[in-house]
């Protein structure tokens, strides 16, 4: 296992990203400004992209962001062709899931040419680290494990790694992404916190039954005489 721990920050608490989006909510319905694409839009279009290579929207995938936000990463999901009613975003802040779908609603009535089924996608709030916590299965309101074809994360495992120890989230979340994956399902995370290697020494212990299978490349910077990328976005396949 990597070594590298993190002091716990605000950014790992509840009621930071509370504030946070009842702040963006209100921003939104103000002045119509849905909030920052978390690492930027590059990430984004990547793990899009790398979607479409290895997961089409041809099979019918079940997607789940866990730690969605403002929605914006399944709203590319749903531009790049993917059925919008097989689409979940999960997130612990209701505030998250009151702006999500209120950017979807909007998109709506805004998208006269192409028609995106943004109001399809299910956004719901859940703790997803307490197994106890329902997920909604894509097109109904049912609970399943081995629902997944692919779980994406943008952002989130960052935010939990930066949580008080006593929470122990670090340890709880691949276990969880590994029991809600089907057999030849995918995890495609990234993160700004941990490097590639870092992320393939936490998700394939051989109890999770998760192998690596690729992974993006982005531009690489040197720093401090230290050469490596902004992100990571690795995917992992049960």
């Known amino acids: ?17 509370d504030q946070r989006y009842t702040q963006d909510l209100t921003n939104f319905r103000e002045n119509r400004l849905e909030g920052e694409i978390w690492f930027g839009e590059e990430p984004e279009e990547e793990m899009v992209k790398w979607a479409q ?25 749903v531009e790049a062709g993917y059925d919008a009613s097989r689409l979940v975003g999960i997130d612990y802040c209701q505030g998250s899931i009151d702006l999500s779908v209120a950017i979807a609603e909007q998109r709506t009535v805004d998208d006269t040419d192409t028609e995106h089924a943004y109001e399809g996608v299910v956004f719901a709030v859940c703790d997803f680290l307490n197994a106890e916590s329902p997920i909604p299965s894509p097109k109904d309101d049912s609970t399943s494990d081995a629902t997944w074809d692919l779980i994406l994360d943008k952002g989130t495992y960052d935010a939990i790694s930066l949580m008080d120890e006593d929470t122990q989230g670090i340890q709880r979340y691949p276990p969880r992404v590994a029991k809600l994956l089907r057999p030849g399902g995918r995890l495609l995370i990234t993160s700004c916190n941990f490097t590639e290697e870092e992320l393939k020494e936490r998700f394939t ?32 396949k049960k």
Do not use: C
Not at 1 to 17: A, N, V
Not at 214 to 221: G, H
């Open 205 to 236: 212990t051989r109890a999770l039954g998760l192998e690596y299978e690729d992974s993006v490349q982005y531009k690489k910077i040197t720093f401090g005489g230290k050469t490596g990328s902004l992100y990571a976005t690795v995917a992992f």
């Open 1 to 17: 296992m990597s070594t590298l721990d993190f002091d716990p920050s605000k950014l790992g608490t509840k009621d930071h990203w």
């Open 53 to 77: 290579a290895h997961v089409p929207p041809q099979s019918s995938p079940n997607v789940l962001d866990v730690g969605s936000g403002n929605g914006h990463l399944l709203f590319a999901m």
